[in-house]
C-alpha cells in the first residue's frame, strides 16, 4: 500500500508543477499556497506509510496536519475572493490564527495528551501505521473545519442567487474540493484499512483548481486588461469570447452602456437592443475587416472612442475586447474644425484662434489635472513650458551664425518658426500620460521599487496614445507629429539606456532632446518631496557632465548660453 502514497505524492508535485507553468501574477495567492502545502502533506502520508519507528511516524504524522489545518482555510479563502466576498483583515487574521493553534497542539502528538491522549505505533503489511486515540484538540479541529465548509457554503450559495459578476461555472467548480475534502475528514474509515482518502482528495482538489485557473483567464477582467488598460481612471473596457458570450465589464463601461448592469456572465446579450445596434454591430463589422477597429458612440452629450481589441490570455487569443474612452473634446474641436467656410476668412479666423485658445486651455488645464495628483511635481508644467521658450530662443539666436549646426540638428529645412510654435505649444503635454500611473506610485514620497518605477515609466508611452487621441483629426499634422514624439520620448538618453523605446543618438526626434533638458532640470533646481533642491552649481555640473550621455552633445551650448537667464528666471520664481 506504500505506493498508493508514493504515487499520490508524486501526482500532487507533478500538478504543482503544472500550475506554476501557468502561473500569472494576478492569481489569487491562496490558490498558490493550495498548490504549495499540498505536496507537503503528501509527503508526510508516504513518510508515514515507510516509518519504521515511532518517533519518525510523529514527525511524518506532524507533516501531514499542515494540510489538514490549513488547506481548508486556504480552500474557504479562495472561495470569498473568488466569489468577489470582501472580508476585513481581522476576520482573515483571525481565521488564520485558529488554524495556527489546532496545528500547534497537532505538533504535540507524542508529548502532550491534547491532541492524541495516548499513540502507539506498528508495522502492518509493511507499512507503518499509527493507533491513536483522539484528544479533544482533534475534536475541535473537525469544528473548525465543519465552519469554515459552511462560510464557503453561504459565500456560494449567495453568490450564485445574488452575483452577476462571478460565472456559475466557476462556483460549482468551487464546490468539489471543499466539499470532497469535508467527506474525506469524516468518511475515511469506510476505504480499506491502510488507506487514507485524504491525500487523494488533496490531489483532486489540485485538478479542480488547475481546471478554475484556466477559466479565470477568461473571466477575471481585471487579470486580461492588467498589461494594457489603465487600472484607474476614465477608461472602460468589455468583454466576450469568440462565440459572443459576455465575460465581465468595468464600472466606467457599464455608465456608458447601462444594459449591462443587468446582465450576467457567461451569457449571450445579444438580444439586447442597445447592444445588438452598438457593440454587436460593430464587432461584426470588425470580424470581417479587422482594419475596422474603432467607432464613435453618442450618449447625452459625450462622445465615446470605442476600439476594438482582441482578448489575449499570454500569447493566446480568447475572445474580443472593447476600450471607450471619453473624447468630447477632441471630436467636438475636430467636428468645428470641418464646419468652418473657408469664404468666411476673418469670421474663420477669429473663431481658429478662439479654438486654438480653447485647445490650449484644455491641454493645459489636462496637464494641471494631472500635476494636480503628483505630490512632488507642482508647477512642473509652467516651468518647463519656460524653459523650452528660453532655449528655443537661444536656438533661434544662434541660427544664423551656425547654419551648419542647425541644419545638422533640424534637418534641410533647419529651424522653422512653425517648428518653434509647436514645440513650445507642445511642451505641456509632455507628462499626459501620467494620467495612467496608479495614485499609489505616483504619489510615493520616496524611492521607487523596481516594479514601481516599471509603472511610473508607463506614462511615456500612455502619453503618446492620449495626446494621439487628443489630436486625432487635427489639421496641423506638424504640430500632432511634434506633441506625440515629445510625450512619447522625453526620456528616452542620447547612450540608449533611456526609456521607454531605448532609442539611442538621432533616433531621438529632436523635439524630445530638447524637451529632455528642460525636464532634467527643472527637476534638478526644484525642491521635491523626495529630495531637496540643488544648486544651481551643482545642477550645472550635472547638466554638463549629461550632454554626450543623456543629452544630445550639440545643444550643449544652447543650454550654457541659457543658463543665465534660467538662473534669474528660478530665482524670481522663489520670490
Not at 230 to 236: E, H, I, N, P
Request: with cysteine.
Amino acid at each position: 500500500m506504500t505506493a498508493y502514497y508514493e504515487i499520490l505524492f508524486g501526482l500532487s508535485v507533478l500538478l504543482t508543477l503544472i500550475y506554476l507553468a501557468i502561473w500569472h501574477k494576478h492569481f489569487d495567492v491562496h490558490i498558490s499556497l493550495i498548490f504549495a502545502f499540498i505536496p507537503i502533506a503528501n509527503l508526510g502520508y508516504a513518510m508515514l506509510a515507510h516509518s519504521r519507528n515511532l518517533d519518525a511516524a510523529l514527525t511524518a504524522v506532524k507533516i501531514t496536519y499542515i494540510g489538514g489545518c490549513f488547506l481548508t482555510l486556504f480552500i474557504t479563502q479562495s472561495i470569498l475572493s473568488l466569489c468577489h466576498i470582501n472580508i476585513r483583515r481581522w476576520q482573515s487574521a483571525l481565521m488564520t490564527l485558529v488554524c495556527m493553534g489546532i496545528y500547534s497542539f497537532a505538533l504535540t502528538v507524542g508529548n502532550a495528551p491534547y491532541f492524541y491522549k495516548s499513540v502507539r505505533f506498528e508495522i502492518d503489511r509493511g507499512m507503518g501505521r499509527l493507533i491513536k486515540v483522539y484528544g479533544f484538540a482533534h475534536t475541535l479541529t473537525y469544528v473548525v473545519i465543519t465552519v469554515f465548509v459552511l462560510i464557503s457554503a453561504v459565500a456560494m450559495i449567495y453568490s450564485l442567487v445574488k452575483k452577476n459578476d462571478v460565472s456559475n461555472k466557476t462556483i460549482l467548480l468551487l464546490a468539489f474540493p471543499m466539499t470532497v475534502s469535508f467527506i474525506s475528514y469524516f468518511a475515511g474509515k469506510l476505504l480499506p484499512e491502510g488507506v487514507d482518502a485524504m491525500p487523494l482528495s488533496y490531489v483532486f482538489a489540485q485538478v479542480i483548481y488547475l481546471v478554475i485557473v484556466h477559466r479565470l483567464c477568461l473571466y477575471d477582467i481585471t487579470d486580461l486588461g492588467v498589461d494594457s488598460l489603465v487600472k484607474k481612471g476614465d477608461t472602460g473596457f468589455i468583454s466576450f469570447d469568440f462565440d459572443d458570450k459576455y465575460l465581465g465589464s468595468n464600472e466606467s463601461a457599464r455608465k456608458v452602456f447601462p444594459v449591462f448592469n443587468d446582465i450576467n456572465v457567461d451569457t449571450y446579450p445579444g438580444r439586447h437592443e442597445v447592444i445588438k445596434k452598438t457593440i454587436f454591430k460593430w464587432l461584426e463589422e470588425f470580424k470581417r475587416d479587422e482594419t475596422k477597429d474603432h467607432f464613435y458612440y453618442e450618449a447625452g452629450d459625450k462622445i465615446y472612442l470605442v476600439t476594438i481589441r482582441y482578448l489575449y490570455d499570454g500569447k493566446h487569443r480568447r475572445g474580443y475586447q472593447f476600450f471607450i474612452t471619453d473624447d468630447t473634446d477632441s471630436r467636438k474641436y475636430v467636428k468645428l474644425l470641418a464646419n468652418y467656410n473657408e469664404s468666411l476668412s476673418d469670421e474663420v479666423a477669429k473663431k481658429t484662434e478662439n479654438i486654438v485658445r480653447m485647445h490650449e486651455r484644455l491641454i493645459l488645464g489636462m496637464a494641471t489635472m494631472v500635476e494636480s495628483r503628483d505630490n512632488s511635481t507642482g508647477g512642473h508644467i509652467r516651468r518647463t513650458s519656460d524653459i523650452i521658450k528660453i532655449l528655443i530662443d537661444e536656438i533661434r539666436r544662434d541660427a544664423s551664425s551656425d547654419k551648419k549646426n542647425i541644419l545638422v540638428l533640424f534637418g534641410r529645412d533647419g529651424l522653422t518658426d512653425e517648428f518653434c510654435r509647436n514645440v513650445i505649444q507642445a511642451a505641456p503635454m509632455h507628462d499626459l500620460g501620467k494620467i495612467a500611473v496608479d495614485d499609489a506610485v505616483l504619489r510615493k514620497p520616496g524611492k521607487f521599487t523596481p516594479e514601481e518605477f516599471d509603472e511610473m515609466k508607463k506614462h511615456a508611452s500612455e502619453g503618446a496614445r492620449i495626446v494621439d487621441s487628443i489630436l486625432e483629426g487635427t489639421e496641423n499634422e506638424a504640430f500632432h507629429k511634434v506633441a506625440v514624439n515629445v510625450a512619447h520620448y522625453h526620456h528616452e538618453r542620447w547612450d540608449g539606456s533611456g526609456y521607454p523605446e531605448g532609442l539611442k543618438g538621432e533616433e531621438i526626434p529632436i523635439e524630445a532632446r530638447i524637451m529632455a533638458i528642460a525636464d532634467v532640470y527643472d527637476a534638478l533646481v526644484s525642491k521635491r518631496v523626495y529630495k531637496d533642491k540643488f544648486s544651481f552649481d551643482d545642477a550645472d555640473k550635472i547638466m554638463m557632465e549629461s550632454f554626450g550621455k543623456h543629452f544630445d552633445k550639440r545643444l550643449e551650448k544652447y543650454y550654457v548660453a541659457s543658463r543665465p537667464k534660467l538662473e534669474v528666471y528660478y530665482k524670481h520664481m522663489g520670490e
